[in-house]
């Protein structure tokens, strides 16, 4: 800071320190009233370049976490929806199976089995229709052998899950492969039932274990969801106490820089005494 001079008044330098003060005391205090107003400490690189890198990449991170905690809950409701097909399917098997055991009975005549069969049958084509019918999001959910889920904001970091290929036939439970015209014919449709009715249950086992796993990787996301947000939070928001103590400072310089400067500019005045 330089010192002048009263006498020479041709350039006051006492103003213009004053000023010069009184400028940076206004940046200063325009700086404080923004970040009150956006809520944040760092609003540009030239603030603090060093957070303003970190602070972007942690939003970065977090903006991604967010995005792979949907696809978690799309996957998990994709897989709902199996489930839902398979448990309907895990019914009418049941049926079958029941239907399947009375025609097993040699109390049944030709015209109970043939309606028996029919019934079977028409469970058979149902069974057909609601594997065919289960999609998500216009995909078929048993024709493909595994879907990709990206569940994190990191490259590679993807969780597969196998629903895999089903069908009547693959069940045994077809319509041509149904036969009920004897009691030993009833016999041996049974087993197949029963083979079909374990392969859906451990069809629906596997899904289970795959939703638990995308719980688990649920949880973990919104937990460092909140970990990343709390740290660039630390970064990059505004403490608005200190703040609000650093404006209260600042617009008390203002006015004594103010009056500091209207005195300065009065100063060179008493020059006019030596006339």
């Known amino acids: 800071m330089a010192f002048g001079?009263?006498?020479?008044i041709n350039t006051n330098l006492q103003a213009l320190d004053s000023l010069n003060q009184l400028q940076m005391t206004?940046?200063?205090?325009?700086?404080r009233q923004l970040r009150l107003a956006t809520g944040k400490r760092i609003n540009r690189a030239e603030d603090d370049s060093a957070g303003f890198n970190i602070a972007k990449k942690l939003e970065?991170?977090?903006?991604?976490?967010?995005?792979?905690?949907?696809?978690?809950?799309?996957?998990?409701?994709?897989?709902?929806?199996?489930e839902g097909s398979l448990g309907t399917v895990m019914d009418i098997l049941q049926t079958m199976k029941e239907k399947t055991v009375q025609a097993a009975n040699d109390t049944m005549g030709t015209s109970e089995r043939s309606a028996i069969s029919d019934q079977l049958k028409a469970l058979s084509e149902e069974v057909t229709d609601i594997l065919g019918d289960t999609t998500f999001n216009s995909t078929a959910l048993f024709t493909s052998s595994a879907f990709s889920f990206q569940v994190n904001a990191e490259s590679g970091d993807s969780f597969s899950v196998t629903v895999g290929t089903m069908s009547v036939g693959q069940l045994g439970v077809a319509t041509g492969s149904i036969d009920v015209s004897s009691a030993s014919a009833a016999t041996s449709l049974l087993s197949t039932i029963d083979t079909a009715i374990t392969t859906v249950a451990n069809k629906l086992a596997d899904i289970g274990d795959s939703q638990k796993r995308l719980s688990f990787k649920q949880d973990a996301l919104s937990t460092a969801i909140t970990n990343n947000e709390s740290a660039r939070s630390r970064i990059e928001d505004a403490d608005f106490a200190k703040e609000q103590m650093e404006i209260v400072k600042l617009q008390i310089l203002q006015q004594t820089g103010i009056a500091s400067?209207?005195?300065?500019n009065s100063s060179p005045q008493a020059v006019l005494s030596l006339f």
């Not at 206004?26 to 700086?31: A, I, K, R, V």
């Not at 970065?60 to 199996?82: H, P």
């Open 26 to 31: 206004n940046q200063n205090l325009g700086m």
């Open 60 to 82: 970065a991170k977090v903006r991604g976490q967010a995005q792979a905690l949907s696809n978690v809950g799309d996957a998990k409701s994709m897989l709902t929806v199996a």
């Open 261 to 264: 400067l209207a005195q300065a």
């Open 5 to 8: 001079d009263l006498t020479r």
